[in-house]
């Protein structure tokens, strides 16, 4: 191995996550699962979602901006809804807490939704999509996040980015899993760019007066652009509406607000819809499943790639060899331990 | 008014529109529920989905791909599902069956969602959805069609024009609307370039052997793209998935492989999701409905347009006016009634 970057098998990358975020007083049962959500990230391959997170979620501790001891409860809603109440701390704890409700929900009525309000997200939504696809369920997430991007036509930041995720069961297979920003590009990537002193393509964002700009630190001063026009703004706001107002939780423009210039991790609510394949067709859905699978092989078989599948393959990779951190990332995330 | 165009009133329209139906045999109650359907696209300035669409009814009902009489029936499901059989209907009198089960279930659940199998779709997804917000009900909605659209990444058709449908209720005003194809562009529209014999941008279409095309034909022959790379391919997968195996009913490769080269409307199902604000919220629904409506400002407010505002625009004034159909489509269109 280079010497530029640090092998850890998983366990030694969740001790390690645990470790570190202990060292910041957060607390049981909260260090676990951020750092269950940590090492997924790195394990996958999606560096920017792994244990580089600690840095952001030590930030967040520091400026008080997550309540590290909170004890998440379930709130009162209709009989297909479930409302978890995250009392400020991370989101992990409040969807374990809630899932097993949504899924029972899911189960015998044919959907539920599930929503946590008043949490802390930093994490990527796939985790949690596939908590839930685990149980036999098809699943929609939404998250708003900090207010970063225009709406198409607008020169202003309002909406964040927005993710919009979707899981599929797969008997014996990993499921079909997308989660992705309604951005163009994702807000770390226009900051990459800034650091290198590249410019960005056009259509990532415009700068302060509402300009296209190909200048990295304009576009992070001005607003960032959505995926694919109004399209992808009219997705954004449908985010912003599903996992804001309608769970009584706050928008981007509100979160950005709540956090006041302290840089933290979005503050808000997030919505899960569970749906049970038997719901609809009883005994008949096995068979229906098996239509699916004629649906991915018609994209594999023509050379398509299916969204999920680099990640799975990193996991598989890591489940046998662990991880390889960056040797300069892993000297900061270590100070973290004596900081 | 110019020669060019005929001018009717919407009750004008309704009643041609209802005309032509009837002497190509669709039966009561698809007659009005389909000439309401066009009416409306008419009067929204959406001339595609407006009278021309009669053009395309009128072909399929001769092709015998269409039951003119079909009787929609309620199936079981679960306790937050409604599941409504369309017969091999169109889709329209299915809708309307299934509704106010939707909506019962929606309220006292808190969510629900309709499945509407075996029908003839041929029409917008708007209309649909104004008819749930007009149930102070969030609305989202999906279907596939025709396989016409490579999947990212892919060479050959596999996917449909797949539109994502959704609403939101606004107190006193129209609902927040968008309802969008996840192809780049509609295939209309690269018809109407064909005629012209103009080339199309990048980006719409590529050729039966997979390679870039600006050739509108070479397109049409070949296979669509959807919108935003991965992404608009990841969300097409989803609406094969949602409303086509999830509901026990065809993918649009299934829908097209049934039409066998008739080239009338796509077959197969479509589902719609309804979500009660009241069903998190409680009385407190309307405090965080307005704060939704702070969301809507701060889009207007910073020169963006919100998704239907043109629609709706062309609604107010049709309702004075009436509509204006070119006169050679009004002269095809009354060709029918004697063909």
New interface residues.
Partial sequence: MSDAFVRMSLDEARDFARAVLARHGLKAPHVDAVAETMVAGERDGCASHGLYRLLVCVHTLKAGKVVPDAEPSMAD?????V?VDAKGGYAQAAFELGLPRLVSRAR??????M?INNCVHFSALWPEIEAVTAHGL?ALAFTPSHAWV???????P?FGTNP?A?G?PRPGEHP?V?D?ATTAVARGEIELHRRAGKSIPEGWGIDAEGNATTDAEAALAGAMLT?????????S??V???A?????DM?S??SLAHDDGAKASPFGGELV?G???????GA?AAE??Q??E??FD??TG????L?SQRRFEARARSLVEGVQIPRALYEDLERLLDA
């Fill in positions: 809603a209709a009989a297909a809804l409302r015998r009525l044919g959907i539920a939704a929503a098809v225009a709406p198409a036509g607008g020169i202003k309002l919009i979707f599929w079909f997308f992705f995926f694919g026009g109004h399209k992808g703004s009219a997705l706001a449908m912003e509406l599903l804001g107002p309608l769970i009584g928008t423009a509100e819809i749906i049970d394949p038997a719901g609809f067709l008949a229906h499943m239509r699916a004629a649906l018609g994209m023509q050379g398509a790639r969204p």
